[in-house]
Nanobody
Framework: VQLVESGGRSVQAGDSLRLSCAASGLTFSWYTMGWFRQAPGKEREFVGAVIWTGTSTYYSDSVKGRFTISRDSAKNTVYLQMDTLKPEDMAVYYC??????????????????WGQGTQVTVSS
């Protein structure tokens, strides 16, 4: 199984950015996909998740209303659209996958597979 994030780069506060996570080696439609982030010196933080059916999404309070998760089963890819970025959004962003789960999605230990991360830098 491989999860490969892409799209991270340096942006200004207020800008938008879309991250992608391409999955391979698994049956994508069976997997709930999550996004996490980790800033230097901080614990890995839940950003959001979309369940395997694509019918429900969940977000942390810190990004709700600004970030949107979507998935494209034809491309085996999950996206994180980030709008109105703030300096506090700066972190390494990771995608993660777990099979057919819709509980405890905010907990990193719930997930089976992880990507290598992509850096998002937001300057004020």
């Amino acid at each position: 199984v491989q999860l490969v994030e892409s799209g991270g780069r340096s942006v200004q506060a207020g800008d938008s950015l879309r991250l992608s996570c391409a999955a391979s080696g698994l049956t994508f439609s069976w997997y709930t996909m999550g996004w996490f982030r980790q800033a230097p010196g901080k614990e890995r933080e839940f950003v959001g998740a979309v369940i395997w059916t694509g019918t429900s999404t969940y977000y942390s309070d810190s990004v709700k209303g600004r970030f949107t998760i979507s998935r494209d089963s034809a491309k085996n890819t999950v996206y994180l659209q980030m709008d109105t970025l703030k300096p506090e959004d700066m972190a390494v962003y990771y995608c993660a996958a777990v099979q057919r789960t819709n509980t405890q999605l905010a907990m990193p230990r719930t997930y089976t597979y992880w990507g290598q991360g992509t850096q998002v830098t937001v300057s004020s």
